[in-house]
């Protein structure tokens, strides 16, 4: 039998926590009116994360599963001493991390839809480079998908989502 590598492991926990919590959806209170149950949607995201636990666990109990960890061991044990080592090994979710607070500070003055637009295009820039035409593609991703999600939300949910000082007076 194979020994379970710690992404199997992760990905049988994952699955139990699906479980329950699909358990637990029985539980939230069904009112007499409207058309769609208040447990739809927490299924539906219970049921998209369990599929992607069972392709995890797939994934990670497959052939080739123990050379992956232990290129991952490699890995983290190749990385330069001290500080600088350890700053360059975790250097893209730094940048992640600092960007998106950035994001969150400008909420209020740029909005959801320019601040969204702004941090997408810095980000896939920051991580994937500037070289060629990366920034025009950068640029129709950030558009796209902040744009199609901002739709959505605003027009499709009737979510209000923050205007931002410049998109606020119309």
């Avoid at 920051?126 to 796209?144: E, M, S, T, Y």
């Avoid at 999600?149 to 499709?156: A, C, K, N, R, V």
Wanted: glycine share 12%; charged share 10%; with cysteine.
């Amino acid at each position: 039998m194979q020994r379970l590598n710690r992404d199997a492991i992760i990905a049988i926990i994952l699955l139990a926590f699906c479980g329950v919590f699909f358990l637990s959806s029985f539980d939230i209170r069904q009112p007499d009116y409207g058309v769609l149950m208040p447990s739809t949607w927490p299924r539906v995201v219970i049921g998209v994360l369990a599929f992607l636990s069972v392709l995890y666990l797939i994934q990670s109990t497959s052939a080739g599963a123990e050379a992956i960890e232990d290129d991952k061991y490699d890995a983290e044990h190749t990385r330069g001493p001290g500080f600088r080592g350890w700053l360059g090994h975790w250097r893209n979710p730094l940048w992640c991390f600092f960007l998106f607070f950035l994001y969150l500070l400008s909420l209020p003055i740029l909005g959801m839809l320019i601040g969204g637009i702004t941090f997408v295009y810095v980000l896939m820039g920051v991580l994937g480079g500037w070289d060629g035409n990366k920034p025009i593609l950068h640029a129709v991703f950030a558009f796209a998908t902040i744009g199609g999600m901002w739709s959505l939300f605003t027009f499709g949910l009737g979510v209000l989502l923050p205007p931002g000082m410049i998109l606020g007076q119309f």
